[in-house]
């Protein structure tokens, strides 16, 4: 157990719909990031907050939003949803800044739209 | 701008002998951390060996090591007695604190442990 916990773990939706992941980081960790993984892809960035403010945007589509709140729990939005988005949505915490550095992965969320 | 380069896309290893794993990254940063992750078929990310930049020795832990080239800026990763748990994929991975804790993976290896 990571003790990054995403929900829901899977959801299955409709083209044209939005949707919204939950995200809650390890205890202590400042950093949130979001990654999409399609089929047999690797990992794309989505983006990074760090204590609430956005710290690295990488190819997230306009789309798609998200926020850290206060509590340090991360949502990521996706509206407007095409086939091409279903895949599986990873959240990872860090402790934000030092060592330890490494990321701690949530199990996922699996969105499929159909 | 950091970049993470796995050269085999996929590569397979008889159970219970060795296999190494390619990973380099060009980088203009001196302070960093390098990982391997492995994503078995159920798709969690389990962190399997990390390296600091600043520590010449070699990770290890337990049938996993590293072979850390920082002049070659090159970071291989090693199975020994390769298990049929290990068949995954696996991700290389690159941070420096200076660019914001940003973490940069390649695009994985897809490790077949054949029995």
């Known amino acids: 157990d990571s003790g990054v916990t995403q929900t829901p773990k899977h959801l299955i939706t409709a083209t044209g719909q939005r949707v919204t992941l939950r995200c809650s980081p390890r205890?202590?960790?400042?950093?949130v990031y979001w990654y999409q993984q399609s089929l047999d892809q690797g990992l794309q960035f989505l983006i990074q907050?760090?204590?609430?403010?956005?710290?690295a945007k990488g190819n997230i589509l306009e789309r798609f939003s998200a926020q850290q709140f206060p509590d340090l729990h991360s949502e990521l939005n996706l509206s407007s949803l095409e086939l091409g988005d279903s895949a599986l949505y990873f959240c990872a915490s860090s402790v934000g800044q030092g060592w330890p550095g490494e990321l701690f992965f949530g199990e996922g969320s699996r969105l499929t739209v159909l | 701008a950091q970049t993470v380069t796995q050269s085999q896309p996929e590569m397979s290893v008889q159970e219970a002998e060795t296999v190494t794993l390619s990973c380099t990254y060009d980088t203009s940063e001196n302070n960093y951390y390098l990982f391997w992750y492995k994503q078995p078929p159920s798709r969690q990310m389990i962190l399997v060996i990390r390296q600091e930049a600043y520590k010449q020795q070699n990770a290890t832990e337990n049938r996993f090591s590293v072979n850390f080239q920082k002049a070659a800026k090159s970071f291989s990763l090693k199975i020994s007695d390769s298990q049929l748990g290990d068949t995954a994929m696996y991700f290389c991975a690159f941070m420096a604190p200076n660019t914001g804790n940003q973490f940069y993976f390649g695009t994985g290896t897809s490790l077949t442990v054949i029995p």
């Open positions: 907050y760090y204590n609430g403010e956005e710290r």
């Open positions: 205890s202590g960790d400042l950093s």
